[in-house]
């Protein structure tokens, strides 16, 4: 990857949720379903395909593209809302119960940031849908998150530039991740543990 291709949206997800997940997917192109990614699916059916409606004078597109030249950054919103007072409200359907997720919440501000730039109108909040419970929680786009994004945009171009797998996590995240089977994190956490100990038990430095 060169230092000027565009990062997708989906990744700033991936790569808050757990990095070498990332790097799987947008390094070496491996992708795998599981009962998560099919419900996922499902979820974005509704709102995969282009177009528009108004409901009660508020424009709502669907699938709407995003891009920023100046982050670097491109992808789709599943959802925008375009009300009559100006306001722009991006949201991201889940297929999970209504909770709190950063990597969820990361992924609709760079949404909102991308719009920004776009538009040349402050995008200050956006909501997830939450498909299993129906219900939408607010996310407020602080400086904080936009700020992440950023940093997260950064690394993960680092780490698609250096062409370098970062290590598995091998955590409570591994359970439900459709690339468990490929990541092997436990397999490779044991390795790196025991590489580790005999570079203690030869280095009179450890």
């Not at 992708?31 to 499902?42: E, L, V």
């Not at 776009?118 to 700020?147: N, Q, W």
């Not at 780490?159 to 598995?168: D, E, I, N, Q």
């Not at 690339?179 to 092997?184: A, F, G, M, R, S």
């Amino acid at each position: 990857m060169a230092e000027t291709d565009p990062i997708p949206l989906s990744a700033l997800q991936h790569w808050a949720y757990c990095p070498r997940q990332c790097g799987l997917i947008h390094l070496e192109q491996a992708f795998a379903d599981n009962i998560h990614t099919a419900r996922g699916q499902a979820v974005h059916h509704l709102v995969d395909t282009p177009g528009y409606e108004i409901k009660s004078g508020v424009r709502v597109e669907r699938a709407l593209p995003l891009w920023s030249d100046r982050l670097n950054l491109i992808g789709k919103a599943d959802l925008v809302e375009f009300h009559p007072d100006g306001t722009v409200f991006p949201v991201e359907f889940k297929h999970g119960a209504k909770r709190q997720k950063l990597h969820d919440d990361l992924q609709l501000a760079a949404q909102a940031m991308c719009l920004e730039d776009m538009l040349g109108r402050p995008v200050t909040k956006g909501a997830i849908f939450h498909a299993s419970s129906h219900r939408r929680r607010e996310v407020v786009i602080t400086p904080e998150l936009k700020a992440r994004v950023i940093d997260t945009a950064n690394a993960i171009r680092a780490m698609l530039v250096s062409g370098t797998l970062p290590p598995p996590v091998n955590d409570s995240r591994c359970r439900e991740c459709s690339l468990k089977e490929i990541c092997q994190p436990e397999a490779v956490a044991d390795q790196t543990r025991q590489r580790q100990q005999k570079h203690d038990l030869f280095d009179p430095e450890a």
